[in-house]
């Protein structure tokens, strides 16, 4: 996690996610619509991140106040999708902060065939990004949909090498005229 005033861990934190309610909780309706209702054990209902993770490792008495699901962004169908080609999933339209909101989430679960998944699928990309940030043309032609679906953390990636790629040729082109 980021810093306190780190606005992408904000809007990782502001990311739904499915739970499902383990205690009749008085008073909390409001959440499901329900104003000045009780929520219900059983009733499911998407929380921000921060306030989910929360609720689920706190406990009262033996049982955590809610069940956290995996968000739609890690379903298996998606995943399925990563480990056939990940250079063809739009990471941005499943989740701006795809890769942040992957590791908090994964922090609340233990799934070791998740972490593998989007590793690979990291390392992947990160080849494909590296390809477009030193081929400009790439970047204009076939490659454009492919960049739109970056997310934030790959998007950062792409100037960074870009940047480098850019100040490299500037460097390289000084040094050809000193001799």
């Not at 810093?3 to 934190?13: E, K, N, Q, V």
């Not at 956290?68 to 339209?93: E, F, G, H, I, Y």
Request: proline letters at 4%.
């Amino acid at each position: 996690m980021g810093s306190y005033y780190d606005i992408d861990a904000i809007l990782t934190d502001a990311q739904k996610l499915p739970c499902t309610f383990e205690l009749d909780v008085p008073g909390l309706g409001f959440i499901d619509g329900n104003a000045g209702g009780d929520m219900k054990k059983g009733s499911q209902v998407s929380l921000p991140l921060w306030l989910g993770g929360y609720l689920a490792i706190q406990p009262i008495g033996s049982s955590p106040i809610v069940n956290l699901d995996l968000p739609a962004s890690l379903s298996p169908r998606v995943l399925n999708a990563l480990k056939a080609d990940p250079r063809t999933v739009d990471l941005r339209a499943l989740a701006t902060h795809f890769y942040e909101l992957a590791a908090r989430t994964l922090d609340l679960f233990e799934e070791d065939e998740i972490v593998d998944v989007l590793s690979e699928t990291f390392k992947k990309r990160a080849a494909e990004i590296s390809d477009h940030a030193h081929n400009t043309h790439g970047a204009l032609g076939h490659g454009a949909a492919f960049l739109r679906g970056l997310d934030e953390m790959e998007r950062q990636l792409f100037r960074a090498a870009h940047d480098s790629s850019k100040m490299t040729r500037q460097w390289m082109g000084e040094q050809k005229k000193k001799s």
